[in-house]
């Protein structure tokens, strides 16, 4: 009987954890028209993380959320810029999707959600996107995916899934909006060119 009690609060706990988790993941979500929900969960593993550029690392056992979706894409879509390295043995992980290359950080170049990058119907491989912020607009080359469906393995940098709504930009990406890489993430609009 208290195996049962112990068992079923056990589950409870789950349940609520996941449900924090998707609540979390759903915060990140900008108010554009339509939905994108959480469509399933990632168990976490924990690895050799590379901490740079504020680096979130897998916990193990964890439940991140996953999308196979992004919000759709306007004229100024809004969404959360993070920093990211696309150089070899930095924090992106293994070369960029799109090219299977390395890019300098000195380079404008972005990684976008999974469902903007390939899953709202548009491959975004190798288009430009204008990034805005405080006023500040650049064009950056989309050459990589900012997964929001895998993760928590060294293809992704023991990484959780990304949300999705993220543009992972360059350290040149940063430099050009005027932003400080302290920041880590910063709320901006993007745009097809």
């Known amino acids: ?6 068992l079923a ?8 954890s996941l449900h924090v988790h998707a609540v979390s993941a759903a915060n990140h979500k900008p108010s ?7 469509s399933g969960v990632l168990h976490g593993k924990s ?10 690392c897998c916990v193990e056992g964890h439940k991140y959320p996953q999308f196979r979706c992004s919000p759709p894409v306007s004229a100024k879509t809004p969404a959360t810029l993070t920093l990211n390295s696309f150089e070899k043995g930095k924090d992106g992980g293994g070369p960029a999707f ?4 390395f890019h300098k ?3 404008m170049v972005v990684a976008l959600s999974s469902g903007w990058l390939r899953l709202d119907g548009t491959s975004r491989c190798g288009k430009m996107v204008r990034v805005t912020a405080n006023g500040r607009s650049v064009l950056a080359k989309v050459v990589d995916e900012c ?25 040149a990406v940063w430099k050009a909006l005027g932003l400080k890489e ?12």
């Open 105 to 107: 950080d000195s380079t």
């Open 9 to 16: 609060v056990l589950a409870l706990l789950q349940v609520l």
């Open 182 to 193: 302290s920041l880590g993430e910063v709320k901006v609009t993007w745009s097809d060119v």
């Open 32 to 38: 554009a028209g339509g939905t994108c929900r959480v």
């Open 98 to 101: 799109c090219d299977h290359r």
């Open 47 to 56: 690895g050799k993380c590379k901490k740079l550029n504020g680096s979130d």
């Open 1 to 6: 009987m208290a195996n049962t009690k112990v």
């Open 147 to 171: 997964d929001s469906v895998n993760g928590c393995d060294e293809e992704h940098n023991f990484e959780p899934p990304c949300p999705n709504n993220v543009v992972d930009g360059s350290p």
